[in-house]
């Protein structure tokens, strides 16, 4: 039987231009404006992140035929498909919402339940990362390759979702401990807190409660850039989806933190 | 006797352009790598800090004989002057020395006690907002005048400093109180929030234990751009340093905030 995965060159190739289609979509949308809501869980939607997930699932309906499709604002597509991708039409609506530059779009693509690629894109910061297994990573099409740290770990930066978030997920006393035990916290939520893990600018990345295509993309990209990730418990919820609480980022700033959340 | 601000426009033209000066600076030295060695206060100082503050130094002298400075690294001169501008060469230096991109140079002029100019340049994100008093408030050259909350001030984003900060400032109620009362709260701290402030992005920052320089260029700016900006203590120091607790941003966003932390 051929390796599945003979085509992952030219599938990230290709994530990456569907993604640049998006980003401008996302760019014109921004100049443009246009319209939100709250969801039933209180989340903001606006008209882009429909747009960019319909954009997303027509170019891998064309592109990959035969592979699934799991994604934020649609119901999934081929569920029992080797091959599937999942879409964060925009992570961080609420500061897309708001004008807050920290949003962006995640593209990631499973082999069974294993991610092996992922794209990052944050259009308000014309920043990119991606990678595939065996295939590195990238950042704004430089090579990415983390170093650990090289100073004293708790002077490092770590970034995590905010108060509400660890609410809803039911991990307050992580909060508490995290803000109190390390100097140096901050609330880069969303792809944001990724993108600056994944490059090595904040030591580490603590997030808890996320969907599955909210944590793919990192998944992949983490061990191509040199990154450890840790997904510290995944907790079912009705249907296929699942909860997902991980730690990543320069391997010892990650054995820091997971002492510390212990 | 004649107007001491009647030259405004042209001081404000020359900040701006003594600042363009500075970011170019900056840029070649994160291209190039830099040192960072920790000060006595355990806050990271480098080589870029001290060579922006004695750039900043030397032109003001060259361009405005007469003024005064107040600098975050060297001691102040002409202390008694009727014009003074303070200088903070890299305000967020711990972002910086990570390579995350949310550092800033903020530069601004008193007149006696009252900021009149600042100018907030942000190289990492290519931004900059300016003003004077009456000459209005500029993000990258555009007017900016920001518009009251247009939906339930909840929603907005607060930023703020991150729980060090609070602590350091002997305000760890009011960090507590923010971050349980307010349901989205962001670190972002330094001149990030200064500046997603004064755009009207998130709805206000809590900021507290401010250094004058680190509060100056946003206090000049913030009634040009039509955000409301209010000093809730001002704590005496040794020699003519203070620390400043100040809360800024939408009008409403800014009373809710004033109320939940009274």
Same mark, same amino acid.
């Given at each position: 039987?051929?390796?599945?995965?003979?085509?992952?060159?030219?599938?990230?190739?290709?994530?990456?231009?569907?993604?640049?289609?998006?980003?401008?979509?996302? @760019?014109? /949308?921004? &100049?443009? *404006?246009?319209?939100? +809501? #709250?969801?039933?869980? =209180?989340?903001? $939607?606006?008209?882009?992140? %429909?747009?960019?997930?319909?954009?997303?699932?027509?170019?891998?309906?064309?592109?990959?035929?035969?592979?699934?499709?799991?994604?934020?604002?649609?119901?999934?597509?081929?569920?029992?498909?080797?091959?599937?991708?999942?879409?964060?039409?925009?992570?961080?609506?609420?500061?897309?919402?708001?004008?807050?530059?920290?949003?962006?779009?995640?593209?990631?693509?499973?082999?069974?339940?294993?991610?092996?690629?992922?794209?990052?894109?944050?259009?308000?910061?014309?920043?990119?990362?991606?990678?595939?297994?065996? @295939?590195? /990573?990238? &950042?704004? *099409?430089?090579?990415? +390759? #983390?170093?650990?740290? =090289?100073?004293? $770990?708790?002077?490092?930066? %770590?970034?995590?979702?905010?108060?509400?978030?660890?609410?809803?997920?039911?991990?307050?006393?992580?909060?508490?401990?995290?803000?109190?035990?390390?100097?140096?916290?901050?609330?880069?939520?969303?792809?944001?807190?990724?993108?600056?893990?994944?490059?090595?600018?904040?030591?580490?990345?603590?997030?808890?409660?996320?969907?599955?295509?909210?944590?793919?993309?990192?998944?992949?990209?983490?061990?191509?850039?040199?990154?450890?990730?840790?997904?510290?418990?995944?907790?079912?919820?009705?249907?296929?989806?699942?909860?997902?609480?991980?730690?990543? *980022?320069?391997?010892?700033?990650?054995?820091?933190?997971?002492?510390?959340?212990?």
């Amino acid at each position: 039987m051929s390796d599945p995965l003979r085509e992952l060159p030219r599938w990230l190739e290709t994530a990456n231009a569907i993604v640049d289609e998006t980003r401008r979509l996302i @760019l014109d /949308a921004v &100049a443009r *404006g246009f319209a939100h +809501r #709250l969801k039933a869980d =209180d989340s903001f $939607v606006t008209d882009v992140d %429909v747009a960019v997930e319909r954009h997303l699932r027509a170019r891998i309906a064309e592109n990959f035929p035969g592979h699934g499709v799991i994604g934020e604002e649609f119901d999934a597509t081929d569920a029992g498909a080797e091959l599937r991708w999942t879409i964060d039409p925009i992570d961080g609506t609420h500061s897309f919402r708001f004008g807050v530059p920290f949003y962006g779009t995640l593209l990631a693509l499973l082999h069974g339940e294993t991610p092996v690629l992922g794209v990052i894109d944050m259009p308000g910061l014309s920043l990119r990362v991606s990678g595939a297994r065996g @295939l590195g /990573a990238c &950042a704004n *099409g430089a090579p990415l +390759r #983390l170093a650990d740290a =090289d100073g004293p $770990v708790e002077r490092e930066i %770590v970034a995590t979702g905010d108060r509400a978030q660890f609410e809803k997920a039911g991990k307050l006393a992580h909060y508490e401990r995290l803000t109190r035990e390390h100097p140096v916290v901050r609330t880069y939520s969303d792809c944001l807190g990724h993108v600056l893990a994944l490059q090595g600018r904040v030591g580490a990345m603590v997030d808890f409660g996320l969907h599955l295509w909210d944590v793919a993309a990192t998944q992949a990209i983490a061990p191509e850039a040199g990154a450890r990730f840790v997904c510290l418990e995944r907790r079912a919820l009705a249907g296929s989806d699942a909860h997902h609480d991980v730690v990543f *980022g320069k391997p010892a700033v990650v054995e820091r933190l997971l002492r510390l959340l212990a």
